[in-house]
């Protein structure tokens, strides 16, 4: 019960600020979700990417969904994500960390406890894949710097895992002010590095391969969706792989057609015993989950994943987002956002018994466990103006009710299987051992979020 009563304290000092600390976000909330569809658009004329899709299939035949979402997002001079500022009520989408400050707070509790769980290591790595515009890790590195004495002196650092040199500018800026310095060449693993706000070294990569080792709590709050997905059709011959063709009938459009016969990835990707009749697959995903297992056995550490997803029960997933509205995924490629939902059942096979691995749980779960009911009537109590506390209010139900993100909002994490070993037997006081206890079991102190810890 120790770690639980040190959380309980953690979570007090948390929402008992004073004055508490508000910051809430500028503008009014949406969700990706709620958007209703947008009639398919004509393709742009003089769209590139258009062009330079159009040419590669001219030249190989039909992509893969893989290729074309690869291509899309993250081409190194159109891409997507490469090109854009898309988050918030200009972009095309807006995200949790976006909607309230009290999401990010929640998540630095979850980070100090995981690592007070892990035994306070004097060294300690926060990464975060896919910062967006920075809002998340700037709303826990708060949370560290008022929670500083329970850091205890512990070495901590911050690692971004960024493909996007626009949106590290904006990451920078939101994090360091300007305390930050682009490498001199492009090819150093260290793209960009700084000082936060708070006086923390603070590193941007590309790759997880070039983060360096050590105890680390690893961030992925709307990754995953974004990574490629390869799709499948169950059909008589077996399965198919559905891939991205010029559309023979409009040659400036683009079209999805299965494929007559199997491909590497069709024959590679579907489990044997699978019952839908169409599947995602994010092979991506599946190396990253693998990298982070290894490194948390290795290492020590946990990952917590949030992202839209399901256990292996959905099909057909695939979406654009344009100024907040549905799009379709083959028009005007690189101007919208392409996502997927996780598939939690892949990531957890992928990851396999290298680590111990729980959720998904609802983010109405994961937020309620973790004291949202209790933040929030602190900030409110302390707040007078009313359109912020309206601010708060509605943010508040964005992010739990189930018929907003609440429920298709899913947290899944992994954990260094020591985490939920019980300890040693003590020393009885007369020397004496007591009662033997399994060296492996349930695990004894609850994971935040997880399991109700009476946090409020
Ligand atoms: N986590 C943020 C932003 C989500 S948008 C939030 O919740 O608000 C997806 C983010 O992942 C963007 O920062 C995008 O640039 C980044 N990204 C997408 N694909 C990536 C890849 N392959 N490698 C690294 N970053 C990637």
Not at 220 to 240: M, N, S, V, Y
Not at 357 to 377: A, E, H, Y
Not at 389 to 405: F, S
Request: with cysteine.
């Amino acid at each position: 019960m120790r770690t639980v009563r040190a959380l309980q304290r953690l979570s007090r000092v948390l929402v008992c600020p004073c004055p508490p600390p508000l910051f809430v976000r500028s503008w009014s909330v949406a969700q990706r979700q709620s958007f209703s569809s947008g009639s398919a658009e004509k393709p742009m004329p003089g769209n590139s990417m258009l062009g330079h899709l159009t040419s590669k299939i001219k030249a190989t035949g039909p992509i893969s969904v893989a290729e074309y979402m690869r291509e899309v997002l993250t081409n190194p001079v159109m891409g997507y994500y490469v090109q854009n500022d898309m988050l918030g009520p200009d972009g095309d989408f807006i995200t949790s960390p976006e909607i309230s400050q009290i999401f990010g707070e929640l998540l630095g509790i979850w980070c100090l406890s995981e690592w007070m769980g892990a035994g306070k290591p004097s060294r300690f790595q926060l990464v975060e894949f896919g910062p967006g515009r920075g809002s998340l890790a700037n709303d826990i590195l708060r949370v560290f710097s008022q929670l500083r004495g329970a850091l205890g002196g512990a070495a901590v650092s911050v690692h971004l895992v960024e493909v996007s040199p626009k949106l590290s500018q904006v990451q920078a800026q939101c994090l360091t002010g300007d305390q930050s310095q682009v490498s001199a060449s492009e090819d150093e693993p260290v793209y960009r590095q700084g000082t936060t706000t708070t006086g923390l070294p603070i590193s941007w990569y590309r790759n997880l391969d070039d983060v360096p080792r050590g105890f680390s709590i690893y961030l992925a709050h709307e990754f995953f969706d974004a990574l490629p997905i390869h799709k499948f059709q169950g059909t008589e011959k077996g399965w198919r792989e559905v891939m991205v063709d010029i559309d023979p009938d409009e040659p400036g459009k683009l079209r999805l057609v299965i494929v007559p016969a199997p491909t590497l990835a069709s024959t590679q990707l579907i489990q044997a015993d699978e019952k839908r009749r169409h599947v995602e697959v994010c092979p991506e995903g599946g190396v990253i989950v693998q990298l982070l297992a290894n490194r948390i056995a290795e290492d020590g550490g946990a990952a917590l994943i949030a992202d839209y997803g399901h256990d292996g029960t959905k099909t057909d997933t695939f979406r654009g987002f344009k100024g907040h509205k549905l799009h379709d995924v083959l028009a005007s490629p690189g101007s919208a956002d392409l996502t997927a939902d996780v598939d939690y059942s892949y990531l957890r096979r992928m990851a396999g018994a290298t680590v111990a691995c729980m959720g998904p749980v609802s983010q109405k779960d994961f937020l309620k466990n973790m004291g949202i009911d209790t933040r929030l009537q602190v900030l409110l109590r302390n707040c007078a103006d009313p359109s912020t506390r309206a601010q708060l209010i509605q943010g508040y139900d964005m992010l739990t009710n189930p018929l907003k993100m609440g429920e298709r909002f899913q947290f899944f994490t992994m954990l260094n299987h020591s985490r939920l070993t019980r300890p040693e037997p003590e020393q009885s006081k007369g020397g004496k051992k007591m009662a033997p206890v399994p060296k492996k079991g349930p695990a004894p102190l609850p994971v935040a979020g997880f399991s109700e810890l009476g946090l409020s």
